[in-house]
T-cell receptor, first 113, second 115 residues
Framework: SQTIHQWPATLVQPVGSPLSLECTVE??????LYWYRQAAGRGLQLLFY??????ISSEVPQNLSASRPQDRQFILSSKKLLLSDSGFYLC????????????FGPGTRLTVL | DAKTTQPNSMESNEEEPVHLPCNHS???????IHWYRQLPSQGPEYVIH???SNVNNRMASLAIAEDRKSSTLILHRATLRDAAVYYC????????????????FGQGTILTVHP
C-alpha cells in the first residue's frame, strides 16, 4: 500500500531563517506531487506541483521554492522565512491522471516568529 | 475552474443522516464533482466523486442533480468521527497546463456532530 510521510510535524522558526520541509511517498512510482499551504482559518492553496523528477510548476508567486531530487521525494524550501509563511503545509500525491484522487500527508505546522 | 458554493456550517446529531449541499451553477460538461473532508489538524482525505449519476461508496453517497448545477453529499449515519470540514470541488480531467491535477479548495462546510 502507498504511504506519504512529512517531517517535521511541527516547526517554529525565526523570521529570516531558512526552511526545508520534506515529503516522501512509498509504494508507488512516478506520482504527481503537490505542496499546499493552509493559513489559519482559510482554505488550502496549491503552491507547487511536480509531474516528474526536476519538473516543478509554481502556482503562486511567493517566498518559497520546491525541488524534486528523486521520484518520490518532494522538498519545500525557503532561504529567508517571512511572518506570512506561517501555516499548515501539506504534501499530496496522485497517480498520473488529472482526475484521480489526491492523497495527503499528515502536514507540517510552521510558525514563524 | 468553475466555482462551488457551500454553507459555512451545519450541525447534526450522532446516528442521524446528514445532507451537505453544494451549488455549482457554472459547471461545465466535463467537470467531475469531488468531495474531500479535513479532520482537525489533519490533511484532507478523499470522500467520493461523480460526473452525472449518483454514486455510493463505503464512506458516503453523492446525489447529483439532473442539471448538474448542484449536488449533495450524504452521510447516512453521522458519527463523532465525521466532524470535519467538507469541501466540494469541481475538476476537469481534460484540463492541462497549470491546472493539471489541481484541487481548488474553497472554504468548505464545517460539520459539527453532537453526541
Amino acid at each position: 500500500s502507498q504511504t506519504i510521510h512529512q517531517w517535521p510535524a511541527t516547526l517554529v522558526q525565526p523570521v529570516g531563517s531558512p526552511l526545508s520541509l520534506e515529503c516522501t511517498v512509498e509504494g508507488t512510482s512516478n506520482p504527481n506531487l503537490y505542496w499546499y499551504r493552509q493559513a489559519a482559518g482559510r482554505g488550502l492553496q496549491l503552491l507547487f506541483y511536480s509531474v516528474g523528477i526536476g519538473q516543478i510548476s509554481s502556482e503562486v508567486p511567493q517566498n518559497l521554492s520546491a525541488s524534486r531530487p528523486q521520484d518520490r521525494q518532494f522538498i519545500l524550501s525557503s532561504k529567508k522565512l517571512l511572518l506570512s509563511d506561517s501555516g499548515f503545509y501539506l504534501c499530496a500525491w496522485s497517480v498520473t491522471s488529472s482526475y484521480n484522487e489526491q492523497f495527503f500527508g499528515p502536514g507540517t505546522r510552521l510558525t514563524v516568529l | 475552474d468553475a466555482k462551488t458554493t457551500q454553507p459555512n456550517s451545519m450541525e447534526s446529531n450522532e446516528e442521524e443522516p446528514v445532507h451537505l449541499p453544494c451549488n455549482h451553477s457554472t459547471i461545465s460538461g466535463t467537470d467531475y464533482i469531488h468531495w474531500y473532508r479535513q479532520l482537525p489538524s489533519q490533511g484532507p482525505e478523499y470522500v467520493i466523486h461523480g460526473l452525472t449519476s449518483n454514486v455510493n461508496n463505503r464512506m458516503a453517497s453523492l446525489a447529483i442533480a439532473e442539471d448538474r448545477k448542484s449536488s449533495t453529499l450524504i452521510l447516512h449515519r453521522a458519527t463523532l468521527r465525521d466532524a470535519a470540514v467538507y469541501y466540494c470541488i469541481l475538476r476537469d480531467p481534460n484540463a492541462g497546463g497549470t491546472s493539471y491535477g489541481k484541487l481548488t479548495f474553497g472554504q468548505g462546510t464545517i460539520l459539527t456532530v453532537h453526541p
